[in-house]
């Protein structure tokens, strides 16, 4: 072959250019022969290395993706998105320090670049440096001040330091930033005492989507405890292990109570407003049904169908109880249960219910009570308990049972 010829065909190869087109239509394996085939004619091709490596990181062949990454930064070492990649795949191996190396590398080349100025305060956060990670995110909305998601660790993080009158103002101008985000309102009236009569459904739907991948983990750090509470309570007064109770799991959740109640459930219902924990729920293969909705309403169109209502820590998001006790009432046969637990107001509070700054209600026992016997419910057990641990200290609550 002559060398005019090898040159027109290494110009008619595909581009880098063709290859990101690819991977933005999903077509991967067409992205990933090129890359492959620029690397045949180009070993040093940086660019072909770096794209590759991400390539491999989304197949999830992380080492390999390391190392195609580094090696296109020893070609290229100026190459500011290469080293921000790169301090992606080091941080899901949790190697914080070098990942922490590489996103600061990239901003020593490019000071702007605002997804590393983003990963790096993530990382920070996550490392516990929270005055650095603040500094971080406060650059992210310097550069852009509609980006919510940087607003929302700015408020976080004050709130964790306990800096209240910054947090405030932080969560307004998220809530600014973001006016039609669900959890930005409903952290703004936590701060601002301007506290709904209960969370609003597209918050607690949004928030735990959002959480579904890591709830279980999360709780199980945090030592969280009301499904064992309500259901080693339960044991003392309806017939565990029979196998022939209909029981509803009023906000399931990831259904951590479900395998609990299993044994003693003839037929065991879920409902939920976040379709993310239905489908960790679903993954158990212990509810006969999971529906998608909100709780009050599903079983007001359930009439005396249940002889057991469990609610393990879903109450917390409503401040005034009378309409979910009401339907609850409504939804049990004569004689049944319902167990739940809240978080406990002091009994010496002035207020009978509170939305907390970390965004959830707690209520006066005295107050329970009330709603109980408002919707003819009679009180079998309202204890005090630790319902998990949170910034490390416990979290009081109450566990209550009560007889339609």
Known sequence: MRPRDSLLDLRAMPTILDAIEHTRRGRLPEAEAIYLSLL????????????????????????????????????APRNASAWNSLGIMVAATGNVAAAEFAYKSALELQPDFLEALYNLGNLQRRMRKREEALQSFRRVVELNPRLGAAHENIAMLLFRLKRTEEATAAFQRWSEAEPENPIARHMLAAYTNQAPDRADDAYVAKLFDRMSGYFDESLGRLQYAAPQLLTS?????IPFGEKR?????AGA??????????SSAQLLVGVDLSAGMLAKARDRHV???LHEGELVAFMRAHPA?????????????FGQLEEAFAAAAGALKPGGILAFTVEAEPADSTVKHK????????HRADYVRECLAAAHFQLLQLEPCVLRKEMGADVQGH??????
């Open 399 to 404: 566990l209550v049972l009560a007889r339609k």
């Open 305 to 317: 169908e249940y002889d057991v209502v469990i609610s393990a820590d879903t109450l917390v998001y």
């Open 40 to 75: 045949s004619a180009q070993p040093d091709n940086a660019d072909a290395l770096h794209y590759l490596g991400v390539l491999r990181m989304g197949q999830r062949r992380r080492e390999e993706a390391i190392e195609l990454v580094t090696k296109a930064l020893k070609v």
């Open 253 to 262: 959740g990831t259904g951590l109570c479900g395998p609990l109640l299993r």
């Open 287 to 289: 509810y006969d049904a």
């Open 233 to 237: 309570a339960l044991s003392e007064i």
């Open 355 to 362: 939305l907390n700054s970390h965004g959830r209600y707690s």
């Open 245 to 249: 109770l209909a029981i509803l799991d």
